[in-house]
Every structure is written in C-alpha cells, then in structure tokens.
C-alpha cells in the first residue's frame, strides 16, 4: 500500500502521539480478556529476559573497565576529573548497552515466540473482523523473513547508537538530550520490529511498513517509546511483550486505515 494514500491525522503531533500510547494499553487490557493466551506469550519473553539480563548484568560488571579503556587520555588527570569523565563515559555505555539490549531482546523474542505471538495478533484481527487481503505464508519461510528483518533493524540500531553513545560524553547534553533522542530511537524501531507479525500476513515486507508507519510518525513513536519505557523497568520486558504484540496489531491496522473498533 502507498503510504501516500492513508489519510492525514485529524489531530495535533500531541494527540497522535498519545494515540499510540493508548494502544499499547489497550493491548495490556487483553490480560484481562484472554489471560491465558497472553500467558503463553510471557514464556518466550521468559527465557530471553534471562539471557540478556545476564549479559547485561556481564555490561555492568565491566563498565568502570570499558570506561578506562576509552579514556586513556584521562589517565594523567586529577582524581576528579578522571573520575568525572569516566563516569560519563560509563553512562554512555550503559546507554547504548540498554539500546541495543531492548532492540535485540525484541528480536529474538519475537522469533522465539513466533507461533505465540503469531496467535496472539491473529486473535486481535478476529476480534476486528478479520485480516484484509490476507496471504498464506509458511510458518519457515515467514520465520527466516521475520529474522532477517530482525537482523537489518538491529544492524540499523547499532549504527544509529554509534553517534548517540559519542554524544554521550558530552556533559549535560549526553546525561538530557541523548536519553531522550535515545528513547524516540529505540521507540521507532520497536514499533517496526513489533508490527511485523500483522503486516507479513498481508504479505508486506520490511520497508513497506516502514513507509507506511512514517505517514503517521507521532503514532508510532507514541506506540513504540511507551513499549521502551515499559521495557526499561524490571521485569517490564517479559510482562509487556505479549501486550506489546496486541497493540503493535492495533497499529498496523491503524496505520492501513482499518478498523480498530470491535463490531
């Protein structure tokens, strides 16, 4: 679909934005409504969140380590000074270390959990009526696509968190502005990473749902920043993945100017 063929938001950037807030949440109302199915998909997230909790964990660990490494200019400096710009650098560590851990971990499980969360998408467009102009693909082939994808958004990631992380030594803009620049990051990659799922069974690739969200940008970035955030908190990842799932299908609908609203 031409993304220049969904129509214009009726509201502000705000309002749009919020919209996509509203989603996820109404993804977390179905605990409520199939606590079973979204059960289910915790597993997945479960074992994942293990995983890269504990290399997480290894990146705390060894921060104050990596931080000496690339400030070896500090080395003849005051103890204060010293520790002020290592601190500093281990913050942008810890940043970047947090980006590509949110971006990945949602990579792998989606591909861990792709017959859940592939259910779990499918009960939501059931509920709306169905999937327009719906295409049979494989269960192999729609996973080597899904991880491929995975692959090309996280390489995205990281490249894009290269700059940030540099950016992070900068005192007081790398410890303000980088954190949020780095959630409306991680925020826009998540969405597209999320909707998927809803756009692979109406046989659209990556790119075409990258185009197709960018027409309505303060939606998706108000989706996928609440999804970070979410993430961000302890046990957020593993809890809010299913309903992450549900509300990404809100978005793609949405975004393809289908219905949301159960008939």
Do not use: H
């Not at 990842?237 to 219905?259: D, E, F, I, K, W």
């Amino acid at each position: 679909m031409d993304a220049s063929r969904i129509a214009n938001p009726v509201t502000g950037a705000v309002g749009r934005f919020l919209l996509g807030v509203r989603l996820l949440l109404r993804g977390l109302g179905l605990y409520v409504r199939s606590p079973k199915l979204m059960l289910l998909g915790i597993v997945p997230a479960l074992i994942s969140g293990v995983l890269f909790v504990a290399v997480y964990a290894t990146l705390v660990y060894f921060v104050d380590d990596l931080a000496a490494l690339v400030t070896p200019f500090a080395d003849d400096w005051s103890s204060t000074g010293r520790s002020l710009v290592r601190v500093i650098a281990g913050l942008a560590f810890l940043g970047l270390g947090g980006l590509l851990a949110v971006i990945s971990f949602t990579a792998v499980t989606l591909v861990i959990g792709d017959p859940f969360y592939e259910k779990i998408s499918e009960k939501v467009e059931e509920r709306l009526g169905g999937t327009p102009d719906a295409v049979d693909v494989p269960f192999w082939s729609s996973l080597r696509r899904s991880l491929a994808d995975s692959v090309r958004l996280v390489a995205l990631t990281v490249l894009v968190g290269i700059p940030l992380f540099l950016a992070g030594f900068i005192p007081v803009v790398g410890q303000t502005v980088v954190p949020v620049i780095g959630a409306a990051v991680g925020g826009w990659f998540l969405a597209v990473e999320l909707v998927g799922a809803p756009f692979y069974r109406r046989g659209m690739r990556l790119p075409q749902r990258r185009n197709i969200l960018k027409a309505d940008r303060p939606m998706a970035l108000g989706f996928g920043v609440a999804v970070f955030l979410c993430f961000l908190i302890p046990l957020g990842a593993v809890l809010v993945m299913p309903a992450a799932v549900a509300g990404a299908t809100l978005l793609a609908r949405r975004s393809l100017g289908q219905t949301i609203e159960e008939s």
